[in-house]
């Protein structure tokens, strides 16, 4: 249903065309929340960057991070 209406339901009235210099700003924004507070390498943000395989593997982890959401849910329905 959320994917719905705000992802298949989006058009590019609230999209920006960024550049190569606008990506990399927005993508040296991360460094607090991914490396001060995640506790995540610097080298694994500049591979987010650097890596042109670093997504794409994301991404084959996809039904792994699925089976972790669905037992993550299962433990919180069991405390309710």
Do not use: C
Not at 30 to 53: H, R
């Amino acid at each position: 249903m959320h994917f719905e209406k705000h992802i298949k339901g989006e058009n590019t009235e609230n999209m920006l065309d960024l550049n190569t210099a606008e990506r990399k700003r927005i993508h040296n924004l991360k460094y607090y929340t991914w490396v001060e507070q995640q506790g995540k390498t610097v080298e694994e943000l500049n591979a987010q960057w650097n890596d042109p395989s670093y997504w794409t593997n994301r991404w084959r982890m996809a039904g792994e991070y699925d089976a972790l959401i669905k037992e993550f849910n299962a433990r919180v329905q069991k405390r309710r």
